[in-house]
Nanobody
Framework: QVQLVESGGGLVQAGGSLRLSCAAS????????MGWFRRTPGKEREFVAA????????NYADSVKDRFTISRDNVKNTLYLQMNSLKPEDTAVYYC??????????????????WGQGTQVTVSS
């Protein structure tokens, strides 16, 4: 079992920044990928970014590329999402997730086995 706990969400004005954190505990050893997803009411869950834990290779959605940065701290077992130049359309509940899928950082949401509870990000215009 893997437990994931997100933090760092909040209210920010357009153009501002936030950093989300996701603390992982439990059986985190092994070759795995962690990702960030987001969901807004009435919309499908959307992929944001993913990172291979040991290699650090990343993948981003086009909508956040060059604005968001995913990273991890191997010692603290913590995943981060630095979000800059935020836009109102980035408003969503953000979730971190973990997968051992062989598709790695290109794994779809359905491949992810463990999910956090989510943290709300609201960007005002």
């Amino acid at each position: 079992q893997v437990q994931l706990v997100e933090s760092g969400g909040g209210l920010v004005q357009a153009g501002g920044s936030l950093r989300l954190s996701c603390a992982a505990s439990g059986r985190t050893a092994g070759s795995y990928t962690m990702g960030w997803f987001r969901r807004t009411p009435g919309k499908e869950r959307e992929f944001v970014a993913a990172i291979r834990w040991f290699s650090g290779l990343t993948n981003y959605a086009d909508s956040v590329k060059d604005r968001f940065t995913i990273s991890r701290d191997n010692v603290k077992n913590t995943l981060y999402l630095q979000m800059n130049s935020l836009k109102p359309e980035d408003t969503a509940v953000y979730y971190c997730a973990s997968t051992t899928s062989s598709r790695g950082r290109y794994a779809p949401a359905t491949d992810y086995e463990y999910w956090g509870q989510g943290t709300q990000v609201t960007v005002s215009s």
